[in-house]
């Protein structure tokens, strides 16, 4: 008598071993699927940058326990605001009324710090670097998805996870006649360096055509960052450092002394693209798209990993192995399309109102933001709220189990 199959474990796969690829893993893992992350790298080595975590991506990641690492690894931001060129403050605000007003403190951390704890929640064997991989077949309710990976293996899947970036080949496989992203008309400088000699305040300033940002890391560190208008493509004559000392020496304390004690290799240089025309859904057939892949979007909000891990989560609560799939895609869908879209939008609104290079517009966009700093700062931050005080659809680990997660977004350290 021969003995009956053993039921197949639900498997997907995910293309992309970045934050929302990782994110993805993790939660679609606590939904019970057996999880293969490809990443085409050879190592995840995260370029030398930032990232700033609001309370909705750190909502997000108590769903899956790393809530509290998180928070223990990253700078809480206490005061913070908007400055002008030559260093007068145009809008202040303070840790507890930010906390008050988003529902919990922004913290800043490395970006190879978050996809460390990230990877470390992932078993051994569940990552695959090296390990470049095309969409071959979205698969459909009667069969499987298909994903090919560079050395010729063909992995079967009820469902894969384009995690791949900006430039997403999955999702030129699934919408062909979409026109994807388009450059946002500037460029981004990153860099980390060594704190100043004295204290700083977290600050951006926004000047003509471009702005710079200042934000201290726990470690002593700053993250500093830059933008202007210029054409895409362009590079500077000589190396990038020189080109901040070109724009931006002539700005106030401490900007001259960060691009001073920057290295020519310590500054990264890319040109901003963002998806002007949103996708009309983030999945088709048995494949979901997360992440930059679905949404990019410039980084004036500092929204781009925290809507990506919004996406995991999101995803992971929707499609269980247990229930219908296709269904659970939908879901995922309705609920990701509208509010990425927004937040795309709103970036881009954001990115036109700090690069604004007519004089009279400047003066007038300054004198704005001063008249609405002294009615209270929660005007100036009262649209950001709509987006960090999102909750995800799922409840997070309760306090004490798991990897400690606390039930919710403190709102003050």
């Known amino acids: ?18 934050i929302g690829g990782l994110t993805t893993a993790l939660a679609l893992r606590r939904s019970g699927w057996r999880v293969t992350v490809l990443e085409r790298a050879a190592s995840l ?29 990253a700078a809480w931001q206490g005061g913070a605001g908007l400055r002008t060129p030559n260093g007068r403050w145009l809008v202040r605000t303070t840790s507890d009324a930010t906390a008050r007003r988003f529902g919990g403190a ?23 670097t090296g390990a470049a991989a095309r969409l071959a077949d979205a698969g459909g309710p009667d069969r499987p998805a298909v994903v090919t990976t560079a050395d010729g293996d063909d992995l079967e899947a009820d469902l894969v996870v384009g995690a791949d970036g900006i430039n997403s080949a999955v999702r030129a496989t699934l919408f062909p006649e979409h026109p994807g992203p388009v450059y946002t008309g500037f460029t981004a400088w990153r860099l980390i360096v060594p704190a100043p ?39 500077a004559p000589d190396d ?30 890319n040109d901003v693209w963002h998806m002007a025309t949103p996708l009309p859904a983030h999945h088709r057939g048995r494949v979901a798209l997360v992440g930059d892949a679905a949404h990019a979007m410039a980084p004036t909000l500092g929204q781009g990993g925290n809507q990506a891990i919004e996406d995991g989560v999101v995803l992971g609560h929707h499609a269980r192995p247990a229930d219908d799939l296709f269904a659970g895609l939908a879901a995922y869908s309705a609920a990701r399309v509208p509010r990425t879209t927004a937040v795309v939008r709103r970036a881009a ?5 700090n690069h604004l290079s007519n004089g009279v517009l400047l003066a007038a966009r300054d004198t ?18 709509s987006i960090a005080d999102w909750h995800p659809p799922t409840d997070p680990y309760a306090a004490g189990t798991d990897a400690g997660a606390h039930p919710r977004t403190p709102a003050r350290r």
């Open 1 to 18: 008598m021969s003995r009956a199959a053993e039921p197949r474990e639900p498997r997907a796969v995910v293309v992309g071993g970045g």
């Open 45 to 73: 080595e995260p370029v030398g940058s930032g990232i700033g975590l609001a309370p909705n991506a750190q909502r997000a990641l108590d769903v899956l326990g790393l809530g509290d690492g998180v928070r223990e690894l």
């Open 106 to 128: 922004l913290v800043l951390l490395h970006r190879a710090t978050l996809v460390d704890l990230l990877v470390g929640a992932l078993p051994g064997d569940c990552l695959r």
């Open 197 to 235: 000699r004295r204290p700083l305040e977290p600050h951006e300033t926004w000047g003509r055509g471009g702005l710079w940002g200042t934000q201290p890391l726990k470690d002593g560190r700053v993250y500093a960052y830059a933008t202007a208008l210029v054409p895409p493509g362009g590079r």
């Open 240 to 269: 990038e450092r020189a080109e901040l000392t070109r724009r931006f020496a002539a700005w106030h304390d401490p900007i001259p002394e960060i691009v001073a004690a920057a290295r020519p290799e310590d500054v990264l240089r």
């Open 349 to 353: 609104r954001t990115a036109r109102l």
């Open 368 to 385: 704005a933001l001063r008249a609405l700093s002294l009615l209270g700062p929660h005007l100036i931050t009262r649209g950001f709220a």
